[in-house]
Each structure stands twice: as C-alpha cells, then as structure tokens.
C-alpha cells in the first residue's frame, strides 16, 4: 500500500512568488490535512479537506489556500510569499475521524529568498 | 480548546537506560491523544494512541504510554534506549475534529 506522496520535496521561491504544493493520501482516506512545522512556531495546523471540502481550519491569514479533488489528491498554495513561510509542508491523511490514524509525507520544504 | 505541553525539549539518555519523554495535555472534553516520531528531513511516524479503550497503550518499537486523566499526562516511556531511537517525539491531541495539536517536541539524544 502506496503512503501519502508530497511534492516537490524542496522549493525555493523568491518573495513575492506563489507556490503550489500537492498531497497525495493513501488510497481509501478521504480526509488530508495540512500542517507548517518551523523551528520556532513548531507544528502548526493549517486546514483539513474531506470529500472536497474544508472541514477544518487553523489560524492562518487568507494567503494560505486549499483545495481537495474528488480522488482525495490535495493541493496547497501559498501567494505572496514571505520570509516567514520558509518551513517544512507537511500533509496527512486519514480515514476522516479523530480517533483514527494520520499518516504523514515527508514533507515539502518551502525556502523564501 | 486543546493543547500539549512537552517537559523538556531536549532529553539525553544512555543507551540501554529508561526513556522517559513527557506531555501533559489540557482538553475541555475527552481527548484522543498520540505520540509521533520524526527523524532528520522526514514525515511524521505514529509510535502509539490513547482513545480511550485502554489507559496502557503499546506502541511500535518498544514504546508504551499511560494515559492518566487525574494528572493530565500521557508519558511515554522505553524500558531500553537503542540508538536507533534519537529523533524528535512530537505529543497531539485532538477531540476527534480530525486536526491535530502538537507539542513543541522533545528532542532525544541517546549516548552509546
């Protein structure tokens, strides 16, 4: 059973840019959620997507977006980049209960310049 | 709302000794609880999770948790450390919204 893919692995983009990551879950999830991890903010939670739609949201300002199509993939973008959103991307995915395991990627790591 | 505080950020044990790593996590309601592991430049692993079936929770690798709800902990222990276990263990928990709340992490180093 194939785990949950993010790419690109790295990314390097100049302020200002917008980016776009991708998730794909494990076959069968439904639910993916997106987290930033940095070395000073930690884990953070950035949204949720079930069965298209967000779910979930943590508290991030407009410019981080989502979208979830109807195979489960989801992608992440991110406009008007800044120095601050240098970190590691990670998504998860999961049956769609709390109570259920996520399954993480390895993660995209996003550098500002 | 739901939080975890990780004691100690960085943690350095012997190899062979007991690990101990701690949380503590503060929910208004029953929380489904969880401990990861990460290693250099990965994902996030699932070592073991605590919904509420049984307060001693067995994980993968030798680690186990006890959730205690009069103390609001859920530590999680190895009787012995392998130095294959030096990485960054991340508590969560969540209410069953399906979105996570980490830990600052704990960082442990094991000495050969």
């Known amino acids: 059973k194939a785990g949950v893919t993010q790419t690109p692995r790295y990314l390097i983009k100049t302020r200002g840019q917008q980016v776009t990551l991708s998730c794909s879950p494990i076959s069968g999830h439904r639910s993916v959620s997106w987290y930033q991890q940095t070395p000073g903010q930690g884990l953070q939670f950035l949204f949720e997507?079930?069965?298209?739609?967000?779910?979930n949201k943590g508290n991030f300002p407009g410019r981080f977006s989502g979208r979830q199509f109807s195979n489960s993939r989801s992608e992440m973008n991110v406009s008007t980049l800044e120095l601050g959103d240098s970190a590691l991307y990670l998504c998860a995915s999961s049956q769609g209960t709390g109570e259920t395991e996520a399954f993480f990627g390895q993660g995209t790591r996003l550098t500002v310049v | 709302a739901q939080s975890v505080t990780q004691l100690g950020s960085h943690v350095s044990v012997s190899e062979g000794a007991l690990v101990l790593l701690r949380c503590n996590y503060s929910?208004?309601?029953?929380?489904?609880l969880f401990w990861y592991v990460q290693y250099p430049n990965q994902g996030l692993q699932l070592l073991l999770k605590?919904?509420?079936?049984?307060?001693l929770v067995k994980g993968i690798n030798g680690f186990e948790a006890e959730f205690k709800k009069s103390e609001t902990s859920f530590h999680l222990t190895k009787p012995s450390a392998h130095m294959s276990d030096a990485a960054e263990y991340f508590c969560a928990v969540t209410t069953g919204a399906n979105n996570l709340f980490f830990g600052t992490g704990t960082r442990l180093t094991v000495i050969p």
């Open positions: 997507y079930f069965s298209e739609t967000q779910r």
């Open positions: 605590y919904t509420s079936a049984a307060t």
């Open positions: 929910s208004s309601v029953p929380p489904y």
